[in-house]
């Protein structure tokens, strides 16, 4: 017998049809003519109740084995629920019982526990109810991010993990050793392993976008979306060591297309994830944040704001309320400038633009002003940056110029330069950190909590 999804039967099991489960317990209950157990699969929030009758064969050991935690097979007939909250159960006719989970020791108790706790628990935590959701949040988003692309004609490309050159040029880089068990001195001696990718130095990849920027220029529109690493030592809910990323990159296409592009890709994420998962977009929108579902409209109904670097500042030295970080043309905006802009000012993302060349990345397209430069960061309530995009500097001596101002050497990036020499076109991309707009999305605090195994400053064990 083939078995069935919980969420399946939910939404279409009928009354009298025989169905096989398989999931872990959440709860049992008791009582003297029969038993409960609530049974989840990890397709959706909502549990299946199965009643157990004292007919059922082996019934006492049963009930002493369905813990929570342990994990059945179930065989029964649907029925109608008389209970409120569900519309069907399962009465079941053949149990069995795969592993069990001891009481005594089964991290998830029926109390709720701390995101703080559940961190310790990274094996096992997305067995709660939010973690769950969070999980098939993340599954359905990563699914709508290739369905766009895939619709709208891009071409998806792997770009390597393992680079020489730091791109966004923060100094964020984990190097790369060989290691090789066999090279380590038997007697003392000392290994130097700072050149050592085999002979050079080399990064974990901050971003993909210059190898992205040299496919776009091949297939004119490509994305990638992959795992990126940046060294930040810095404790903050919205910064992870290694985190995803999704970066498309456009030939023909300047800082216009790039905003329209940006904007029109959350709205389909966005309409996507209220489409295929309104049962998880519910809970966290009643358990986590009761806004959820109100921002989720407003991005999909409401057109961005759209405003310069300059204006913003203006904004915010005129704001009736002082920052912690003072304001003044120049500086890079920090979280809190980003959130009252979307928050309080607009009450919707904002999109801002042309930001001072000083403190945006090389490859940044230089605007006519040579202070500005063609770059745009999508600002998000509750969080802040959730984009970072640009139109590139697609002129070989500006270019070559801006290389040598950031300190690098146009050896270094002989092959980038070359894409300037060679068919060169306006182009531009963004970069949107996956696990920030998860944690946009869902309303969660702390970014640690939308990543099956967040790696950070304490934490790369699981
Ligand atoms: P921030 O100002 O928040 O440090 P950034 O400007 O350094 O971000 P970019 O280099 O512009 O980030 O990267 C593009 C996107 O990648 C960001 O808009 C963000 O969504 C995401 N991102 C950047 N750093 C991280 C990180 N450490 N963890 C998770 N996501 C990140
Ligand atoms: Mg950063
Ligand atoms: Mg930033
Ligand atoms: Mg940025």
Request: hydrophobic letters at 35%.
């Amino acid at each position: 017998m083939s078995k069935h999804r919980i969420i399946n039967l939910l939404r279409n099991g009928q009354p009298e049809e025989e169905v096989t489960i398989q999931g872990w317990v959440r709860t049992k209950r008791e009582s003297k003519k029969f038993a409960f157990m609530e049974v989840n699969d990890g397709s959706s929030l909502a549990n299946l109740q199965v009643i157990l009758e004292p007919e059922l064969e082996n019934y006492k050991i049963i009930l002493s084995q369905i813990n929570t935690g342990a994990s059945v097979e179930v065989t029964g007939i649907l029925a109608e629920s008389p209970g409120k909250g569900q519309r069907i159960e399962l009465h079941a006719t053949a149990v069995t019982v795969y592993g069990e989970a001891d009481p005594e020791t089964y991290p998830l108790q029926k109390k709720r526990h701390s995101f703080e706790f559940l961190r310790t628990l990274g094996h096992i935590r997305t067995r709660t109810n939010t973690l769950g959701a969070v999980m098939r949040i993340r599954n359905t988003c990563a699914n709508a991010v290739h369905q766009f692309f895939q619709q709208q004609g891009f071409l998806w490309v792997h770009t390597p993990i393992i680079t020489t050159n730091d791109c966004e040029g923060a100094g964020e880089l984990f190097n790369v050793t060989r290691f090789n068990l066999k090279d380590v001195p038997k007697e003392n001696g000392e290994v130097d392993y700072s050149q050592d990718f085999f002979g050079r130095q080399a990064y974990l990849t901050v971003s993909g976008q210059l190898e992205a920027e040299a496919m776009a220029l091949t297939f004119d529109r490509v994305y990638t979306f992959g795992p990126t690493f940046r060294a930040e030592n810095s404790n903050t809910s919205r910064h992870l060591a290694e985190f995803w990323m999704i970066e498309p990159e456009m030939a023909f296409c300047d800082l216009q297309g790039d905003m329209d592009l940006a904007e029109a890709f959350l709205k389909h994420i966005f309409k996507a994830v209220l489409d295929q998962c309104p049962e998880d977009m519910e809970f966290f929108n009643q358990r986590i944040d009761d806004s959820v579902l109100t921002t989720a409209n407003n991005i999909i109904n409401q057109e961005f704001e759209r405003i310069t670097y300059t204006r913003a500042i203006e904004l915010l030295e005129n704001a009736p309320k002082t920052f912690e970080y003072s304001v003044e043309w120049g500086i890079d905006l920090q979280s809190e400038h980003e959130r009252y802009l979307c928050e309080e000012y607009f009450q919707k993302p904002v999109i801002v633009t042309d930001y001072p060349s000083a403190i945006k990345a090389f490859y940044m397209r230089l605007n006519d002003d040579e202070k500005t430069v063609g770059a745009m960061d999508v600002l998000a309530p509750k969080i802040g940056e959730i984009i970072g995009g640009s139109q590139r500097e697609e002129r070989f001596d500006i270019l070559e110029k801006r290389i040598k101002e950031a300190g690098m050497t146009p050896e270094q990036l002989w092959w980038y330069l070359d894409l300037r020499r060679y068919g060169t076109v306006p182009h531009a991309g963004f970069g949107l950190g996956f696990e920030r707009l998860i944690q946009f999305m869902t309303g969660m605090g702390n970014i640690r909590d939308v990543i099956p195994f967040p790696r950070t400053p304490e934490n790369a064990e699981f």
